[in-house]
């Protein structure tokens, strides 16, 4: 028998307690998840991407079929060098769907046997993004909840370093 092996993509600036739920929930319905980090987004991240890299890889070690990676270039390119046939994407609201929907159907055409599957994301995260939460600590309010324990102290640090 085939191994199932899916993809979950993004930026990662930081790692949220919502990207982890996918991560994880994806975990369980296929035998192997790469989290692969995008190399070339045209977002200015405030976390390099060696420190994305490793606040995955810490959130991510109790899970055994995860593994983290990078990638460059075209995610359909990536998944058929590496033997993935699926992309999971969390959705959060309406609002996430056409973007999603054009990123999908797009990929579509261009590796039609790469499928994209969309989980819902959990309730209590559905209005959680990296950026909410960059802005949020910025700003002073509380993350905790928001993100992993581990990134929390990450994230604070990085803004302390910050004029
Ligand atoms: O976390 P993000 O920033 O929403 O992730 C977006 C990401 C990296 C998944 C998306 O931009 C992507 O797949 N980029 C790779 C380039 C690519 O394949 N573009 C064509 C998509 S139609």
Do not use: W
């Not at 199932?4 to 790692?15: C, E, H, I, T, W």
């Not at 996430?96 to 995260?125: C, I, K, S, W």
Request: charged fraction near 25%; include cysteine; glycine fraction near 6%.
């Amino acid at each position: 028998m085939s191994v199932k092996r899916a993809l979950v993509p993004g930026s990662f600036d930081p790692v949220t307690n919502g990207h982890l739920d996918i991560i994880t929930r994806s975990a369980s319905l296929f035998d192997e998840v790469r989290v692969v980090v995008a190399r070339n987004s045209s977002k200015q991240p405030l976390f390099s991407l060696d420190e994305r890299l490793v606040m995955l890889e810490q959130v991510c070690s109790s899970l055994e079929n995860v593994t983290v990676h990078t990638f460059e270039g075209l995610l359909v390119k990536y998944a058929e060098l590496n033997g993935a046939t699926v992309i999971v994407k969390g959705l959060r609201a309406v609002s996430d769907f056409e973007y999603e929907l054009q990123m999908a159907l797009m990929n579509r055409r261009l590796a039609d046997h790469v499928e994209t599957m969309f989980l819902m994301t959990g309730a209590e995260y559905s209005y959680l993004s990296s950026n909410i939460v960059k802005e949020i600590a910025r700003l002073g309010g509380a993350i905790e909840g928001l993100v992993p324990k581990s990134v929390e102290g990450r994230l604070r640090q990085k803004l302390a370093e910050r004029p």
